[in-house]
């Protein structure tokens, strides 16, 4: 599948087979990490074959099944919404590989995560990843002229962009971001809520494949 098609097919999944990922999958998802870290200067490493991170009696809320792979988003504090931006593209390639996701906030045990973390550096999410068990579902979205502003008529390039970034994964779902149109300028805002700077990383690495980034410029 195309990027598009990647994006209109995934949601969050949180119930895995146990398949294990291995092969061309494996080697094709560390090349898009590399390339993620080496663009970002962020620190994400695949945790593959294990179970500690997501095996806890205190977490009930989103529960997690056979989820023995991730990814954890590793870097300095303050660069939420490259953690969101980079690691919607990990998905992304995740998706056209074949590969379910499902991205985590609380629900997980970061000290039991056996990664290298540097000075300077913690865990800021981790991405479980897997084969699903099921594709999962897609959630109700707002109404896209909720969450921008447009003077005068919408340019059909602006309405794709807003169309792919309501299909963005943001935290509860709750969509707290807001797009504004001046020109060919838009302005990307994160509203107060729990990860929406992280969010809005996600949701501009969407908008701009709706888009096409030839035919704007971030504000």
Not at 90 to 99: E, H, T
């Amino acid at each position: 599948m195309d990027i598009l098609e990647a994006i209109k097919a995934r949601h969050s999944v949180r119930r895995f087979t146990g398949k294990k990922i291995e092969g061309e999958v494996k080697e094709a998802l560390l090349r898009a990490i590399d390339e993620c870290n080496e663009e970002s200067g962020l620190n994400f490493q695949l945790c593959l074959n294990e179970p500690n991170a997501f095996k806890s009696r205190f977490f009930h809320y989103g529960t997690f099944k056979n989820c023995k792979d991730y990814i954890a988003l590793i870097g300095p504090k303050g660069m939420d919404e490259k953690y969101g931006y980079y690691g919607q593209k990990v998905v992304l390639k995740a998706q056209q590989l074949g590969l379910n996701s499902c991205w985590v906030g609380l629900t997980y045990n970061k000290f039991k995560i056996p990664c290298i973390i540097g000075k300077g550096e913690s865990i800021r999410l981790v991405i479980a990843l897997g084969y699903g068990k099921t594709q999962g579902r897609a959630r109700k979205s707002k109404d896209i002229m909720k969450l921008c502003k447009v003077d005068g008529d919408m340019p059909d390039w602006f309405k794709k962009g807003m169309e792919a970034a309501t299909l963005a994964p943001t935290a509860l779902n709750q969509q707290r971001f807001l797009m504004i149109l001046n020109g060919t300028t838009v302005t990307a805002k994160a509203l107060p809520a729990p990860y929406s700077k992280v969010d809005l990383g996600i949701v501009k690495y969407h908008f701009e494949i709706g888009a096409g980034k030839q035919n704007f410029n971030w504000g």
